[in-house]
């Protein structure tokens, strides 16, 4: 065990690498999408992006949609 202090980027790279022996690339991966808790306001940053369409607009935009796809 190393009684060192350790920066958290350091700590977080010793977990990882860890992670990453145990349970092999793609298991480190899903544990990551298991525990990361995200950030941001999503909702702020979705009324960014799509504004705040009516229903007629979101049924147009479904309706094109749909038009496109292969049958």
């Not at 065990?1 to 700590?11: D, G, H």
């Not at 899903?30 to 702020?44: H, L, M, S």
């Not at 992006?49 to 935009?61: H, I, R, V």
């Given at each position: ?11 977080r790279k010793?977990?990882?690498?860890l992670?990453?022996e145990r ?6 991966v ?15 940053e ?26």
């Open positions: 065990m190393n009684a060192q202090p350790m920066t958290l980027e350091e700590i010793v977990g990882l690498d992670l990453n349970l092999g690339a793609v298991g480190t899903r544990f990551i999408q298991q525990t990361e808790t995200g950030w941001g306001d999503y909702t702020a979705r009324e960014q992006w799509l504004g705040n369409p009516d229903l007629s607009t979101l049924f147009d935009a479904i309706k094109t949609t749909q038009c496109r796809k292969p049958a």
